[in-house]
């Protein structure tokens, strides 16, 4: 009886210390979620204006006059 009550109470000992790393260990992946899904504010770069036209017309205005 003794060697099983010995056992006993070394599972017993560990256990805490079990929990809490295998908390520690799954914290991240179930993090993960749920930072996937708050899609709802998304911040987005500006669209990016096409200039081009416009310096090319600059540039042969200005050959132009200077003939």
Known sequence: MNRIADN???ILR?????????????APVLAV????????HRI?????KNRSVGFV???????GQAL
Not at 14 to 26: F, K, N
Not at 33 to 40: C, E, I, K, S, V
Not at 44 to 48: I, L, R, S, V, Y
Not at 57 to 63: A, K, N
């Open 44 to 48: 987005e770069a500006p669209a990016n």
């Open 14 to 26: 560990l256990l805490p210390r079990a929990t809490l790393i295998l908390m520690l260990l799954a």
């Open 57 to 63: 017309l600059l540039v042969s205005l200005q050959r």
């Open 33 to 40: 979620p749920m930072m996937r899904a708050d899609t709802g």
């Open 8 to 10: 006993a109470m070394k």
